[in-house]
C-alpha cells in the first residue's frame, strides 16, 4: 500500500523560506511522478511543481517559477519542496501526490485527478 507523509510546514514571515519533505514507502518501484499541490481556503487544488522520479524532469506552475525549487532522495524515498521567498498568497495546505504507476513520467502541469495517492497535507501560513 502506497504511503506519503507530508512533513515542514509551519509559519514564517514573507520572503522567508521553508522546505517540505515527502516520505513515501509501499512502491514496487519508485520511478514515478509526484508532486506538490496545494489548497488555499475557498480556491481549488493547484499544482505547483512535478518531478519524475526516475529522471530529473521537473515542472513548475508559473505562480511560484524561481522561488520553489521540487527535488527527490530515492535512497531516502524522499521528495523535497524548497520554498524561498515565500509570499502571503503561498499560504495554503501543502500536499504530496504520486502516480503510484511504475515509470511513469510526469507530462506537465497536470491536475489532480492524475494522482491516485495523497498525503494528509501540511500547513503552511506566510504573514505580511
Known amino acids: 500500500q502506497v504511503q506519503l507523509l507530508e512533513s515542514g510546514g509551519g509559519s514564517v514571515q514573507a520572503g522567508g523560506s521553508l522546505t517540505l519533505s515527502c516520505a513515501y514507502s509501499?512502491?514496487?518501484?519508485?520511478?514515478?511522478?509526484m508532486a506538490w499541490f496545494r489548497q488555499a481556503p475557498g480556491k481549488e487544488r493547484e499544482g505547483v511543481a512535478y518531478i519524475f522520479t526516475g529522471g530529473r524532469t521537473t515542472y513548475y506552475a508559473d505562480s511560484v517559477k524561481g522561488r520553489f525549487t521540487i527535488s527527490r532522495d530515492n535512497p531516502k524515498n524522499t521528495v523535497y519542496l524548497q520554498m524561498n521567498s515565500l509570499k502571503p498568497e503561498d499560504t495554503a495546505i501543502y500536499y504530496c501526490a504520486s502516480r503510484g504507476r511504475p515509470w511513469t513520467a510526469c507530462p506537465g502541469i497536470t491536475p489532480p485527478n492524475y494522482f491516485g495517492y495523497w498525503g494528509q497535507g501540511t500547513q503552511v501560513t506566510v504573514s505580511s
Open positions: 509501499g512502491y514496487a518501484s519508485p520511478s514515478t511522478c
